[in-house]
């Protein structure tokens, strides 16, 4: 079976669905995706860079907060 192919909205790069991250912006938060909304990938290098994060974030949630600390928490909630 191919791998599914996703692109990181960070670094653009496309990558196997299963090195992304995949979250959705709700109500200008971010959370993991738990199946409904409009979701999107975050790859691990990007992860790890702050300012990369919250650049993309404001721009997907459309909001000018720094959402950066929201992803954190998400994967340290999920212990990923
Ligand atoms: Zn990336």
């Known amino acids: 079976m191919a791998d599914v192919i996703r692109s ?3 670094c653009r790069h496309k990558q ?3 090195t992304l991250y ?3 912006c709700k109500d200008h938060e971010i959370r993991l995706f738990a ?3 409009r979701s999107f990938y975050i790859c691990k ?3 790890d860079d702050d300012k990369k994060l919250a650049k993309s974030t404001k721009r997907i949630c459309k909001t000018s907060k720094d959402l ?3 992803i954190k928490t ?3 909630f999920n212990n990923l």
């Open 22 to 24: 995949r979250f959705v």
């Open 8 to 10: 990181c909205v960070a």
């Open 74 to 76: 998400a994967l340290s």
């Open 45 to 47: 290098i990007c992860i």
């Open 16 to 18: 196997p669905q299963e």
């Open 68 to 70: 950066s600390n929201n």
């Open 35 to 37: 199946g409904v909304g």
